[in-house]
């Protein structure tokens, strides 16, 4: 087919939209009443989706954030109220012994990877002397994980180059009692005072 009298090149009744041979459905020929009407219309409907989707993600973004905040509190009252309250006890009572040691706390750093976490580090012959080291120093410790919502416990009982350190257990922070923690304590010091054969 050549130009018409306008000037037009293609013609295209024979195309699917300018044909119709066979019914539509009805929400089709009202969709397809207002895409002819405007149709541009689509365009509308695409960002109104997006603006709904990006809205619902901004919700769930910010429950997240409210519970991640809700765990962190609730991991931070239990450390404060129980945990190194128990620690603190055990490390005088280690002192008293000719023990010694260091209770460690941090806070963490949301989005670094780095967890909110409770450690504390004993010495069977005084006290430690430069940087505690998990190769050499018997320790517990408590780090919160907010995305399993559990707190990770890991022990050492590594003492004059013997011993074993490493996970040892999930605690749910609500569940966390001071006893726990003594408990806890005690069995790495026991570990750790057995002198090799």
């Known amino acids: 087919m050549g130009p018409d009298q306008e000037g037009q090149i293609l013609n295209f009744r ?3 939209r ?9 929400a089709s020929q009202d ?3 207002l895409s002819d009407a405007d149709p541009l219309c689509e365009v509308d409907h695409i960002f ?6 990006m809205t619902r993600s901004v919700e769930r973004q910010s429950d997240a954030n409210t519970e991640r905040a809700r765990l962190q509190a609730e991991f931070s009252a239990v450390c404060s109220q129980r945990v190194l309250p128990a620690m603190q006890a055990f490390l005088e009572r280690l002192r008293l012994n000719g023990g010694g040691g260091l209770v460690e706390e941090h806070d963490g750093v949301e989005g670094a990877g780095v967890a909110p976490r409770v450690r504390l580090w004993m010495s069977l012959s005084g006290e430690i002397i430069g940087r505690p080291r998990q190769d050499q120093h018997p320790y517990l410790e408590l780090d919160f ?6 707190v990770n416990v890991a022990e050492g009982d590594m003492w004059k180059g013997h011993g074993t350190s490493g996970p040892v257990g999930v605690w749910i922070a609500s569940e966390i009692t001071s006893e726990m923690v003594t408990e806890s304590l005690i069995d790495v010091l026991r570990r750790a005072a057995v002198l090799p054969v």
């Open 145 to 150: 994980d907010v995305a399993q919502q559990q």
């Open 31 to 33: 969709a397809e009443a």
């Open 48 to 53: 109104e989706m997006r603006s709904r989707g």
């Open 14 to 16: 024979s195309s699917p």
């Open 18 to 26: 300018s044909s119709r041979t066979s019914p539509l459905p009805l």
